[in-house]
């Protein structure tokens, strides 16, 4: 690889040929401040906060678009490039609301920390902003988001991840100069598009302009009400994230704490959304074998991700046939909970409230969906993504570091190190294997580790031999790599018996409710932490979990019974490529 020397603020450095000066001052311990650089996926230099100083060059240069060569000399830190980004982000906060102590983003926004740093103390200017942006253009369509695009500095990183990391194309700049706004287009709403509500554009946000809805006070006047049985339960990711709010380091495995803030909070049972994986993995497990014995709507792809079940919707409405019919580990437990454990505890169903804490504002959308009510009432009523429990928790004053360790209640709390690594990329794909692999050949596995499902890379393949028949298997997230591996799909070219598909990247450990910030460096840890909780549980396959078993025997009969159909599986709407709403079907005309 070629490489060049540059000096970057009197340190000479040899760096790779065509990197940005961002990337090289990186290798110098140097973080360039930006607003709007995300690598490889929003690289367009238009906050222009990482200007600096290349000797030659007549006028300051953006670090993060601006290429290396060899020579150059570069200063980062001069009085004229303190000034420039300074009167830059006093042009920024002239557009802004500056409502800090009322914006979600309060004490975690990158406008306000960059502020903060550069000593602005006053703005100077008189608020302007482009007449598109009015002081009521909030919009709260969308069951999953926020968008105010009054706080909005035009960085552009939602609408690189929604187009480039997702391809859903759901916002974009809409108008020019300074009336230029991010949006949906055609007036349109969000809720009213094909957002699939997977959150990555809240993620990267750096200011509070997208951010999760916030559905906290709902619980909070449940957990209020005496009359209500307030059921909550948490998913796999939750437990490897939760602890960054509290400045721990990412990974690291709060569960039981997690457990005991709950109670503390007031809830009447902690069930674990990781029972309903297992769950998953038996109805599901049963389906594949069922759909290959048939060799009907192959390959089974699973529909454990909400949003990956309205993309298909909106962009592949002909494989919803090949999506499993199972429900998501949340709406399998949220049914659960309204029949048969109201039936055990002799609750009536309409006094309970179900609340969900999960890694993705998506799951917010799929609870509110119509079908969504096995029991005759929605089967989970509020969902609380991570950053939302977080705030209950500091708003109860519950001091994370002296929690005591706590376990979950039973029987909805008994799981299995299968039932957590679905929560990462892989993981789905991995527990099924491991029930599968051992119920068709009737044989133990001597490793449980199917590593070549593991990893982050796009999309990953495995085969596997099950008395001497070869299952061929991909495993993929975030929707652009589902895109290409479902286009060989419908093209007939992809051999698959088996897909799993998770909307974000990482899988749920990265989706959009997890604390922010989330990147690689992120995701990465959290994976760790997610087969650390694998490896320390004792059962580690959905099929040996007791309290799968006995929910089989005292209640639901077996896998696919028609009690598993009534409560756990369910079924999908084709969309339009554009709206919410659902296809116009063509007329047929008699002829
Ligand atoms: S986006 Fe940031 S700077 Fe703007 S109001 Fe919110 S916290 Fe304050
Ligand atoms: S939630 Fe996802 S699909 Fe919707 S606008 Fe954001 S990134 Fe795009
Ligand atoms: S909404 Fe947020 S991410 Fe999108 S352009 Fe505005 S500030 Fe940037």
């Known amino acids: 690889m070629a490489t060049v020397t540059v000096t970057i603020d009197n340190r000479q450095i040899e760096v790779e040929q065509g990197i940005t000066i961002l990337e090289a001052a990186k290798k110098i311990g140097l973080k360039i401040p930006t607003l709007c650089h995300m690598r490889e996926i929003n690289e367009i230099g238009s906050c222009r906060i990482c200007i600096v100083e290349v000797q030659g060059a007549r006028t300051l240069q953006a670090a993060c678009v601006t290429p290396v060569y060899d020579g150059m000399v570069v200063r980062t830190n001069t009085e004229t490039v303190r000034q420039s980004r300074k009167m830059l982000l006093e042009l ?10 009322t914006c979600l983003r309060n004490t975690n926004c990158e406008l306000q920390t960059l502020a903060k740093s550069f000593g602005i103390d006053e703005i100077r200017f008189k608020r302007v902003t482009g007449k598109m942006v009015k002081e009521d253009s909030i919009d709260r369509s969308s069951p999953s988001l926020v968008r105010d695009p009054r706080k909005c500095v035009l960085c552009g990183r939602c609408v690189a991840v929604c187009e480039k990391v997702q391809g859903v194309k759901a916002i974009g700049s809409v108008n020019r100069g300074f009336d230029t706004v991010v949006a949906p287009p055609f007036d349109l709403e969000l809720g009213d598009t094909n957002c699939v509500n997977c959150g990555q554009c809240a993620l990267v946000c750096p200011t509070g302009a997208i951010t999760e809805k916030d559905d906290t006070a709902e619980v909070w006047a449940a957990l209020s009400d005496p009359t209500k049985h307030v059921v909550v339960q948490t998913a796999p990711a939750v437990r490897v994230a939760i602890a960054e709010e509290f400045g721990m380091e990412p990974g690291t495995l709060g569960t039981g704490k997690m457990v005991a803030a709950l109670r503390i909070l007031g809830f009447d049972k902690v069930f674990d959304t990781d029972f309903a994986a297992d769950l998953t993995i038996m109805e599901e497990g049963n389906e594949l074998l069922q759909r290959l014995e048939s060799k009907q709507n192959l390959p089974l792809i699973t529909s454990c991700s909400p949003g990956w079940i309205k993309y298909v919707e909106h962009f592949y409405p002909e494989l919803i046939s ?3 019919t199972c429900k998501s580990p949340q709406q399998m437990l949220g049914a659960l909970i309204k029949t048969y454990y109201a039936e ?3 609750i009536d169903p309409k006094d309970i409230v179900s609340v969900s804490i999960m890694p993705c504002t998506a799951k917010k959308f799929e609870s509110a969906r119509d079908e969504m009510n096995a ?10 993504t991570t950053r939302e429990f977080a705030r209950m928790c500091k708003a109860a004053g519950i001091d994370w570091d002296n929690l005591p360790e706590e376990e979950f209640d039973t029987p909805l709390g008994i799981s299995t190190g299968a039932g ?63 895109k290409i591996v479902m286009d060989k799909v419908k093209e007939g070219t992809a051999d698959y018996a088996f897909i799993e598909v998770m ?15 989330t990147d690689l460096n992120v995701r990465m840890k959290r994976v760790a932490g997610i087969y650390q909780a694998d490896e320390q549980l004792p059962i580690r396959k959905s099929h040996e979990n007791p309290a799968i078993q006995a929910l089989y025997e005292e209640y639901l009969g077996e896998p696919l019974s028609e009690k598993s159909h009534q409560l756990l599986h369910t079924e999908y709407v084709e969309r339009d490529l ?14």
């Open 503 to 517: 909307a974000c990247p990482g899988g749920c450990i990265g989706g959009g409710g997890q604390p922010i910030p």
């Open 322 to 324: 090949n999506l499993s």
């Open 92 to 101: 920024i906060l002239s557009t802004h609301p500056a409502e800090c102590l």
């Open 375 to 384: 029991s005759g009432y929605q089967d989970v009523d509020y969902v609380l």
């Open 578 to 591: 554009f709206t919410n709403a659902p296809a116009k079907k063509e007329e047929k005309t008699a002829i």
């Open 344 to 346: 055990k505890e002799n």
């Open 420 to 482: 957590v690594i679905f929560g990462t990329t892989g993981g789905v794909m991995e527990a099924a294997l491991r029930t599968a692999y051992e119920l068709v050949t009737k044989e133990e596995l001597d490793s449980l580790e199917f590593t070549a499902v593991r990893g982050l890379e796009g999309v990953k393949e495995a085969e596997i031999e099950m008395n001497s028949v070869k299952l061929k298997v991909a495993v993929v997230h975030s929707l652009k790599n589902a």
